[in-house]
């Protein structure tokens, strides 16, 4: 399977714990994307990266939040101190931005979905 | 108000009816339009772009007016696969790179 990986499926903490989740983008895409989806909401954003440069965050992305993409291929989000308010689907998605052929689609991955108790 | 606005339904509809889902969106500047479809628990994914001139792909038909701000979705001739969550999507604007949803609209198509 050449998609979006994403890695754990699914997490259950305890308040107050951190948290790491790990994605994996299609190969040849040089931007990843990290959003959050509550139940009965569309994704919302909250970060992104054109190969390791974080270009943009939202302000839903509390200090408490903080991505990396080192190498400028897979990114891990990590929460520290998690809330119940945290509890969500955390979704990845990758794009192939900049080349002629490309339409710079994103594609997601499967999501990891966060319980805090 | 949020940028980009869905009934969220749900619509039931039977086998074989059309069903048309509508959007606004806030952001007069935004630039890139799509409809996403996401299954029960499952990632969204691509349906299809939605450009001004109106595009059409087997049974579904998008439209866009850049002056109303608005964006719809037609399914035709509905099938029990079709059921899911229709999320509105658009892009650019304040930025190049995310994408801004919906709330999405639940459709169930039954027999």
């Known amino acids: 399977d050449t998609g979006v990986s994403q890695d754990p499926r699914h997490k259950i903490t305890k308040r107050g714990q951190n948290v790491t989740f790990r994605c994996d983008p299609i190969?040849?895409?040089?931007?990843l994307y990290w959003y959050r989806q509550t139940l009965g909401q569309g994704p919302e954003f909250l970060t992104y990266?054109?190969?390791?440069?974080?270009?943009?965050k939202s302000r839903l992305l509390s200090d408490r939040f903080s991505a990396e993409r080192p190498k400028g291929s897979f990114s891990t989000l990590e929460i520290q101190r998690t809330e119940q308010g945290d509890s969500a689907m955390y979704l990845c998605?990758?794009?192939?931005?900049?080349?002629?052929?490309?339409?710079?689609?994103?594609?997601f991955g499967p999501g990891t979905r966060l319980t805090v108790l | 108000r949020k940028e980009v606005e869905q009934d969220p339904g749900p619509f039931n509809v039977p086998e074989g009816a059309t069903v048309a889902f509508n959007c606004t969106y806030s952001?007069?500047?935004?630039?890139?339009f799509f409809w996403y479809r996401q299954d029960c628990r499952k990632e969204p994914k691509l349906l299809m772009s939605?450009?001004?001139s109106g595009n059409e792909d087997g049974r579904f038909t998008a439209q866009l007016n850049r002056a109303s701000q608005y964006i719809s979705l037609l399914i035709r001739d509905s099938k029990l696969s079709d059921s899911a969550t229709y999320l509105c999507?658009?892009?650019?604007?304040?930025?190049?790179?995310?994408?801004?949803f919906g709330q999405g609209t639940i459709l169930t198509v039954h027999p």
């Open positions: 939605v450009y001004s």
């Open positions: 998605a990758s794009s192939l931005y900049g080349d002629r052929s490309s339409t710079d689609t994103q594609y």
């Open positions: 952001n007069s500047a935004s630039q890139s």
């Open positions: 990266f054109q190969n390791e440069a974080q270009l943009e």
């Open positions: 999507v658009v892009k650019g604007g304040t930025s190049y790179g995310k994408l801004t």
């Open positions: 190969s040849e895409h040089n931007r």
